[in-house]
C-alpha cells in the first residue's frame, strides 16, 4: 500500500484539507504533460508496478531500458482527445480521472467522467491494442506520479509473454465490468449512493492493486469525480461512516466493508 502523505485539513473536517484555490481547469483548456520531463524509472518506483512480477528476467530487461516516469501537476493531462497513442500509462502515486470534452465553457454544463485511476492502475490498454487515437481525457487531479511503457514494447510483450498477455486480458475483462457498473452509477439519483459507487469503484484490488484499504483522496477531488459540490460530498461522507462501510482518517478514507459499500442503498 502506498504511504499516506500528511497535509493540513481545514476545520470542517479532519480528514480533508481545504477547497483549492485554483479549480482544476477544463480539459479542452488543460496543458499536456511534456516528454521531455519524464526520466528513467528508479528502484523505488518499480514495486507500484504490478505486471512486472509477470515477466521473466529477459523481458524485465526490456521493458526497464524503456520505461519512463514523469511527475504531473494538478490539471495537467497525460491523455488528451484526438491525439495518437504513443504510451501505455500506469499511476504509481496519486489521482487521476478519464473524461470527455463535453463541459461547456461556460460551466452549464460539465463534462462527462468516466472513471477515476487509483494507484497501481494502468489504463488505455485497449486504445494501444487498436493503435487508434484517444477518445478521453486522462488528467491529474492532484500532483501524480505516472509510468509508461512505448506501445512498441507493450505489443512487443503481448506477442512473447504469457504472463503479460495474462495481466491485459483481466485488465480488459475487469474494465469491462468496471464500465458496466458505471452505466449503474449513472441511474442512481441519490448522492450518498452515487459517492459510494465511486469510491468503491477506486478501491478495486485488481485495476487498483496500490490502494489497498486507504484512499488519499479529498472532497474536491470526489468531487470532482462524482460530480458534487465539496459540501455534498462530505454530507455523503459522513453518511457513509454512520453505516459502518468507511472510516474518515487523517489522509483520506479506510473502507471497513468493500461489499457493503458496493451494495450501499440510502434510507
Known sequence: MLSLRRQSWGSSSQAFPAVPAHPLPRAAEAAAVQPSRSR???????????????????????VLADLRVVQVEPGELI??????VTYWFGLVDGLL?????????DGRSAPITFTGVSPGGWFGEGTVLKNEVYRYNIQALRR??????????????????????????????ERLGQFIAAREI?????????????????FHPVLYPGVGEVLRITQQELGYLVGLSRQRVNEAL??????????????????????????????
Open 40 to 62: 528513467a524509472a528508479g528502484p523505488d518506483d518499480l514495486p507500484h508496478i504490478p505486471w512486472l512480477a509477470a515477466l521473466d528476467a529477459h523481458d524485465r530487461t526490456r
Open 186 to 202: 449513472d441511474r442512481l439519483t441519490h448522492p450518498d449512493e452515487r459517492v459510494a459507487r465511486n469510491l468503491a469503484a477506486l
Open 97 to 105: 480521472k478519464m473524461s470527455n470534452d463535453s463541459g461547456s465553457a
Open 144 to 173: 501524480s506520479v505516472v509510468a509508461g511503457i512505448s506501445s512498441d514494447t507493450f505489443h512487443w510483450l503481448l506477442g512473447r509473454s504469457i504472463g503479460f498477455n495474462r495481466f491485459v486480458m483481466n485488465q480488459l475483462n
Open 79 to 84: 491523455c488528451r482527445i484526438g491525439r495518437p
Open 238 to 267: 459522513s453518511a457513509l461512516q454512520n453505516a459502518a462501510v468507511i472510516r474518515i482518517e487523517y489522509g483520506g478514507v479506510r473502507v471497513l466493508d468493500l461489499e457493503a459499500l458496493r451494495r450501499y442503498r440510502s434510507g
